[in-house]
């Protein structure tokens, strides 16, 4: 196994996450945070963190969501944030800050879902921080996506130029343009914008990357590899990327940062992790194409958020154990 995880990122060896009093300024005191998106993948981990840590957490849900994977006592409210929110938004009184997590459903269903995408990733980020200041809140941390680089033979640093891929594209377009529209808010309240590279976790939806891989081997379906490896990526553990949202609201200044792990892995590796963790043989469906790879650089993170602390085979293998038999 270490050989298959030799890519672990030297610069975030040893790097501890900051100390409590950079990273939670206020803790002491309870604060009042809105979640959007808390029934979601990071969004529960979010809110779950928040909860322990004595935060006063509102979960913000689509309609229609349940609310029993929150923990108790948490303040839950249904809002269709893509159908004129402004009115329900004023309604949650005031809070300190927000964490903006919420997906419009069936984002990667183009061009179906076309206009729920662009009213939920651009229209309702801007009615939160419209809203978030009305509410005297201080800051605004936005979930984009590391997707909005596109594919890059070298790691992937936030200044690196926007330019999406054909696949997901218009869902990508809509995130890159909100970050866009939340800078003109950065003089009224400080907005943060982290960039998560392949989150992964348990109860995450069969149709991710992590999930699909896992059941691909388990079933004995051949995994695509372009070049013979596919993609290169360093996800990240659904834990540490709720983290890193959580260490946000401690920072004094606007930070812009990728959000993912500390290993680089290639799709064969993942499936050859798996099949081993399985005991099963894993195959390949090898093609002549170079492979898009997804290679987050993240010494932003490390220095203002603190680095991933969890090692991709130890995540894998909990995603395995708690991943159900067919999905």
Same mark, same amino acid.
């Given at each position: 196994?270490?050989?298959?995880?030799?890519?672990?990122?030297?610069?975030?060896?040893?790097?501890?996450?900051?100390?409590?009093?950079?990273?939670?300024?206020?803790?002491?005191?309870?604060?009042?945070?809105?979640?959007?998106?808390?029934?979601?993948?990071?969004?529960?981990?979010?809110?779950?963190? +928040?909860? !322990?840590?004595?935060?006063?957490?509102?979960?913000?849900?689509?309609?229609?969501?349940?609310?029993?994977?929150?923990?108790?006592?948490?303040?839950?409210? @249904?809002?269709?944030?893509?159908?004129?929110?402004?009115?329900? +938004?004023?309604?949650?009184?005031?809070?300190?800050?927000?964490?903006?997590?919420?997906?419009?459903?069936?984002?990667?269903?183009?061009?179906?879902?076309?206009?729920?995408?662009?009213?939920?990733?651009?229209?309702?980020?801007?009615?939160?921080?419209?809203?978030?200041?009305?509410?005297?809140?201080?800051?605004?941390?936005?979930?984009?996506?590391?997707?909005?680089?596109?594919?890059?033979?070298?790691?992937? !640093?936030?200044?690196?130029?926007?330019?999406?891929?054909?696949?997901?594209?218009?869902?990508?377009?809509?995130?890159?343009?909100? @970050?866009?529209?939340?800078?003109?808010?950065?003089?009224?309240? +400080?907005?943060?914008?982290?960039?998560?590279?392949?989150?992964?976790?348990?109860?995450?939806?069969?149709?991710?990357?992590?999930?699909? +891989?896992?059941?691909?081997?388990?079933?004995?379906?051949?995994?695509?590899?372009?070049?013979? $490896?596919?993609? /290169?990526?360093?996800?990240?553990?659904?834990?540490?990327?709720?983290? /890193?949202?959580?260490?946000?609201?401690?920072?004094?200044?606007?930070?812009?940062?990728?959000?993912?792990?500390?290993?680089?892995?290639?799709?064969?590796?993942?499936?050859?992790?798996?099949?081993?963790?399985?005991?099963?043989?894993?195959?390949?469906?090898?093609?002549?194409? /170079?492979?898009?790879?997804?290679?987050?650089? $993240?010494?932003?993170?490390?220095?203002?958020?603190?680095?991933?602390?969890?090692?991709?085979? $130890?995540?894998?293998?909990?995603?395995?154990?708690?991943?159900?038999?067919?999905?």
């Amino acid at each position: 196994m270490d050989a298959l995880l030799r890519k672990r990122m030297s610069r975030d060896r040893g790097r501890k996450r900051p100390p409590e009093s950079r990273r939670m300024k206020g803790a002491a005191a309870q604060r009042r945070i809105v979640v959007t998106g808390a029934a979601g993948l990071v969004g529960r981990s979010v809110v779950q963190q +928040l909860v !322990r840590r004595g935060d006063d957490v509102l979960a913000v849900l689509r309609p229609n969501v349940s609310a029993n994977a929150l923990p108790a006592g948490v303040s839950a409210v @249904e809002i269709d944030l893509g159908e004129k929110p402004e009115q329900a +938004l004023a309604a949650l009184g005031r809070f300190d800050a927000l964490i903006h997590l919420a997906q419009a459903p069936g984002w990667h269903g183009f061009p179906k879902q076309a206009g729920a995408i662009a009213r939920i990733n651009v229209a309702a980020s801007a009615a939160l921080a419209e809203a978030a200041i009305a509410a005297g809140a201080r800051c605004m941390v936005m979930a984009s996506s590391g997707g909005i680089y596109g594919p890059s033979p070298t790691p992937i !640093r936030e200044e690196s130029p926007i330019k999406p891929g054909d696949e997901l594209g218009f869902y990508l377009a809509a995130k890159a343009a909100a @970050e866009s529209l939340l800078g003109y808010f950065r003089p009224h309240l +400080l907005v943060h914008v982290l960039r998560p590279f392949f989150v992964y976790g348990p109860g995450q939806a069969p149709s991710f990357l992590l999930p699909r +891989l896992v059941n691909s081997v388990r079933s004995g379906t051949a995994v695509r590899v372009d070049g013979g $490896t596919g993609p /290169a990526i360093n996800p990240i553990w659904v834990e540490d990327a709720a983290a /890193a949202f959580i260490a946000a609201l401690g920072c004094d200044t606007a930070v812009t940062a990728n959000i993912a792990g500390p290993d680089v892995v290639t799709v064969r590796e993942i499936a050859t992790l798996v099949a081993a963790r399985l005991g099963v043989t894993a195959n390949f469906d090898e093609t002549a194409r /170079a492979p898009d790879n997804y290679v987050a650089d $993240t010494s932003v993170m490390a220095h203002k958020l603190g680095a991933a602390t969890t090692s991709f085979e $130890t995540g894998l293998s909990a995603l395995i154990d708690r991943l159900p038999p067919e999905t």
